[in-house]
């Protein structure tokens, strides 16, 4: 099993709509969790950071679930430059300072 | 202010040679991580180095060796390419001095073919 796991998509979004999207990840004890962008043939880049009660950046919504193990992120009002690829990441608590990499979710911003 | 770089972008070679992904950051980070990604795989760590002059081994490092050459740099090397070893390659940096997963800041990466 993998340790974080991501639908792999493609989320194809008509522009201006919601798309949300989940990933589990396997170790109770993480307690960092992110989300990175990657765009196609880029590095990956710190999308935001997810906290416990959930945060918002801008049209960006990440939630945590730990009973259940998921964090989500929702995209609002999606643009064309939301296409990407989202990688879920977690720490890999008693690893120092390893953080645990989702495969990613790719999302398709249609106009 | 470049970040993270790292040289070469693109390199082939064929199987058994050897070659120095070299890696550098200009944001004073003490821990420096090199990564590779396949297609529908999440990033795997190769090697870390937590601090200046310490290295240590992560999820996938046979084949591998690094160097922290000093606070900035830190380089990975194939010393006999395998085409298993064909992947982009990116190194990464971040503030951490232990505990718990940081924000890590990635280079450009290389893509390396082995043929």
């Known amino acids: 099993r993998k340790e974080v796991e991501q639908d792999p998509g493609p989320f194809n979004v008509p522009e201006g709509a919601t798309v949300a999207f989940n990933c589990t990840y396997s170790?109770?004890?993480?307690?960092?969790f992110f989300w990175y962008r990657q765009d196609c043939r880029k590095e990956p880049k710190l999308l935001m950071s997810v906290y416990s009660s959930g945060n918002e950046d801008g049209r960006f919504t990440a939630q945590l679930n730990r009973a259940s193990q998921y964090i989500s992120l929702l995209i609002r009002d999606s643009k064309l430059s939301d296409s990407a690829t989202y990688l879920c990441?977690?720490?890999?608590?008693?690893?120092?300072?390893?953080?645990?990499f989702g495969a990613g979710t790719q999302v398709v911003v249609t106009p | 202010n470049a970040g993270v770089t790292q040289t070469p972008k693109f390199q082939v070679l064929k199987t058994g040679q050897s070659m120095t992904l070299q890696c550098a950051q200009d944001m004073n980070h003490n821990s420096m991580y090199w990564y590779r990604q396949d297609p529908g795989m999440g990033l795997r760590l190769i090697y870390y180095?937590?601090?200046?002059?310490?290295?240590d081994k992560g999820e996938v490092p046979n084949g591998y060796n690094v160097s922290r050459l000093n606070k900035r740099e830190f380089s990975l090397r194939l010393e006999s390419a395998a085409p298993s070893q064909t992947s982009v390659y990116f190194c990464?940096?971040?503030?951490?001095?232990?505990?718990?997963?940081?924000?890590?800041?990635f280079g450009p990466g290389t893509r390396l073919l082995v043929l």
């Open positions: 990464a940096s971040s503030w951490t001095s232990g505990g718990a997963g940081e924000t890590q800041y």
């Open positions: 170790n109770s004890a993480s307690q960092s």
């Open positions: 990441v977690v720490d890999a608590r008693g690893s120092w300072g390893k953080l645990q």
């Open positions: 180095s937590a601090s200046e002059g310490t290295t």
